[in-house]
Nanobody, 127 residues
Framework: QVKLVESGGGLVQPGGSLRLSCAAS????????IGWFRQAPGKEREEVSC????????YYSDSVKGRFSISRDDAKNVAYLQMNSLKPEDSAFYYC????????????????????WGQGTQVTVSS
């Protein structure tokens, strides 16, 4: 059974940092790209960052470039999103997802099959 479980969300002050983790099971994570997406109330789900399989090429949305860093540890079947210099507009539910062609063919939520989404973790940036 495919499973992706996010953790590490929470409440943080502006300028602070959080590291999200995505634990994958039920599929060969090393053969899949991993993506982080977020959705704020009343807004569409948007891409944050993706990392490809094999060579670990990365993509970042303009809104997080220079502040967030994506990584993966295939030996542990875990992916990470390090978020620094957080802003109130980063507040959202953050989801990890998997698809073999992430980064290679783009970093879009529409690329992800239904079974390859995690349940999400809330990130709130507020003073």
């Amino acid at each position: 059974q495919v499973k992706l479980v996010e953790s590490g969300g929470g409440l943080v002050q502006p300028g602070g940092s959080l590291r999200l983790s995505c634990a994958a099971s039920g599929f060969p994570m090393s053969s899949y790209g991993i993506g982080w997406f977020r959705q704020a109330p009343g807004k569409e789900r948007e891409e944050v960052s993706c990392i490809s399989k094999s060579d670990g090429r990365t993509y970042y949305s303009d809104s997080v470039k220079g502040r967030f860093s994506i990584s993966r540890d295939d030996a542990k079947n875990v992916a990470y999103l390090q978020m620094n210099s957080l802003k109130p507009e980063d507040s959202a539910f953050y989801y990890c997802a998997a698809d073999p062609f992430l980064v290679l063919q783009g970093c879009r939520a529409t690329m992800i099959y239904e079974d390859y989404w995690g349940q999400g973790t809330q990130v709130t940036v507020s003073s």
